[in-house]
């Protein structure tokens, strides 16, 4: 299957899924961007209907995706590169495509390893297949992350494409690939130095951000006093700062060693510098632990739970959860971790059971909004701690949304059941059309 404009690579579904590895609250600059109306296609043409789109430092990365092949493409800022330099762009985005999504690993190989450990593990994998960790660039990981405290998806993608559009000018517009008429503008992520002044926290703060604003700047700031504003060649892309050079090369330390540099940044707790090593820094065993991963380990995994009193996390249970989790899943015990957890949300709850056809559903509408960038909406969630209660509109309000992020009840148990009685419905079928 060719799709014009783009070139292709083999990639099955069953190695990288976009539709979940993009949506799962491990990146948020993703534009993903779908027609107006579904359309009759056939179920291989309707996969490829949906584009999904990132802004690098020097071009607009645009993928799409169809069982067997993950199709991609480059734009480029004016003026637009020559012949010769266009293959050797093009040569770059492949690779930065095979680094970014990890593809070296194989992901099925993984899999097969967690289930044969891990009973809980195997009852649902065929059902979410394809979930594996991006690594992404520390310094935007870095901060996306501080944005994650006590918050959901649909606004952290909000702050941070309010952090892309007002402290990064834009790098191009491009049109919206289903609705030609509305064009859309993308930006970079911004480097520590657009967000290290004085005045970004109160401005953050009026965007939306809380406490959060003082944290970026203050982290950016750190950065900045300790290792400057000087840029450096970083290919393929244009010159980055030493500041996020100096991230880059935590991943060459131990992961003690980095999560300890990590948590020197403000906003930075355990959990946050734990989702930032496995995220963008290549410590694949690392397992980001909040309380419902905690009663994850106690009700599935055998972890003991202190009786008759409610248990807070703290250092020494926060290690005993890890070293479970590492004995049953071992070195990318992280891996398998994203893959368990994304199954247990609530907004997961319908992912790989049979759907109602595409003509049923609504999709998202495709509004004209001029030089801004797609922002997505998404009601997928990830692990963070509840909210403190509290009587205020605010407060109820928010609580509401992080609704939204937790996961399904009763969880686990009742995922393993939908899933075997899912399975035993195939086998079912397959055996009356052998008869």
């Known amino acids: 299957m060719a799709l014009a404009g783009f070139k292709s690579i083999p990639v099955p579904l069953v190695q990288l899924s976009l539709a979940v590895v993009l949506k799962c609250g491990q990146s948020f600059r993703w534009s993903i961007l779908t027609p107006l109306f ?60 095979k680094d970014y999504f990890q593809l070296n690993i194989n992901l099925v190989s993984l899999y ?28 935007e990981n870095l901060v996306s ?30 049109e919206h690939p289903f609705c030609p008429s509305e064009m859309l503008s993308y930006h970079p992520f911004p480097p520590p130095s657009a967000l290290a002044g004085s005045g970004v926290g109160l401005h953050l703060r009026s965007l ?9 700047q203050r982290t950016a700031k750190m950065l900045m006093d300790a290792h400057g504003s000087d840029k450096a060649p970083m290919p393929p892309h244009d010159p980055i700062e030493a500041s996020e050079i100096w991230l880059k090369g935590l ?17 930075v707790g355990r959990k946050v510098a734990d989702c930032i090593l496995l995220m963008s820094m290549d410590k694949k ?62 907004s997961f709850s319908s992912y790989g059971l049979p759907t109602p056809s595409l003509s049923s559903v609504a999709s998202p509408a495709c509004t004209p ?10 009601t997928f969630g990830i692990p ?24 399904a009840s009763p969880g686990i148990s009742q995922l393993c059941q939908e899933t075997a009685e899912y399975l035993s419905l195939i086998d079912r079928v397959k055996k009356r059309r052998r008869k």
């Open 38 to 97: 579904p359309g009759t296609e056939n179920d291989q043409e309707a996969s490829t209907r949906v584009e999904y789109r990132l802004c690098l430092k020097d071009r607009v990365v645009c993928l799409r995706q169809s069982s067997d092949l993950l199709f991609y493409r480059s734009v480029y800022p004016d003026p637009q590169p020559s012949s010769a330099k266009l293959l050797v762009h093009e040569a770059e985005t492949l690779e930065w495509l």
């Open 112 to 139: 097969k390893q967690w289930a044969a450990n891990d009973k809980v593990f195997a009852k649902f994998q065929d059902r979410f297949e394809g979930i594996r960790i991006l690594r992404q660039d520390p310094w």
């Open 145 to 174: 992350f501080i944005c994650s405290s006590n918050n959901n998806i649909s606004r952290i993608t909000k702050m941070v494409q309010n952090l892309c559009s007002h402290y990064s000018p834009p790098l191009l517009s491009l």
């Open 208 to 216: 939306g951000f809380g406490y959060r604003a003082d944290y970026i």
């Open 251 to 267: 991943r060459k330390l131990s992961t003690t060693d980095a999560r300890e540099e990590l948590l020197k940044f403000v906003g």
């Open 285 to 346: 065993e690392v397992v980001p632990v909040d309380t419902h991963v905690y009663q994850i380990a106690v009700k599935h995994y055998g972890l003991k739970a202190p009786a008759g009193r409610k248990t807070n996390m703290n250092a020494k249970l926060y290690e005993e959860v890890n070293s479970k989790f590492f004995s049953i899943w071992g070195e990318y015990a992280g891996w398998a971790h994203t893959v368990l957890f994304t199954a247990d949300l609530k």
């Open 369 to 378: 909004k001029k030089n801004s960038e797609k922002t997505v909406e998404s």
């Open 384 to 407: 963070t701690p509840p909210m403190t209660p509290g009587d205020s509109p605010l407060k109820r309000k928010l609580e509401s949304e992080l609704e939204q992020d937790k996961p």
